[in-house]
Nanobody
Framework: QVQLVESGGGLVQAGGSLRLSCGAS????????MGWFRQAPGKEREFVAA???????YYADSVKGRFTISRDNAKNTVYLQMNSLKPEDTAVYYC?????????????????????WGQGTQVTVSS
């Protein structure tokens, strides 16, 4: 069982930045892709970004050029650097991990490809 714990959310003004962190309990963390999703009130949970075990990245169009996903395998941690934040980025952000390893370039973007989820961290962007 993999446990994921997010941190780093908060309240920020539009145009500001935040960095989210997600620590994983799995000792073979480096072998797995990792992803970030978000869910705004009344909306479906949506894909934000993913990073493969080899460091390949994939982003939703809505965050491309503003958000950066990265990982530190020595710390079993994945990050989401969020710049130029907009009010529409307001949501609970979730870290997720698939239950199986993939190729070095595997960057899953569908909820169904993930088996483990963190508890979420709130990000609020004021206008």
């Amino acid at each position: 069982q993999v446990q994921l714990v997010e941190s780093g959310g908060g309240l920020v003004q539009a145009g500001g930045s935040l960095r989210l962190s997600c620590g994983a309990s799995e000792r073979t963390f480096s072998s797995y892709a990792m992803g970030w999703f978000r869910q705004a009130p009344g909306k479906e949970r949506e894909f934000v970004a993913a990073i493969s075990s080899g460091g390949s990245t994939y982003y939703a169009d809505s965050v491309k050029g503003r958000f950066t996903i990265s990982r530190d395998n020595a710390k079993n941690t994945v990050y989401l650097q969020m710049n130029s934040l907009k009010p529409e980025d307001t949501a609970v952000y979730y870290c997720a991990a698939p239950g199986h390893t993939g190729t070095h370039y595997y960057t899953p973007a569908r909820k169904g490809e993930y088996d483990y989820w963190g508890q979420g961290t709130q990000v609020t962007v004021s206008s």
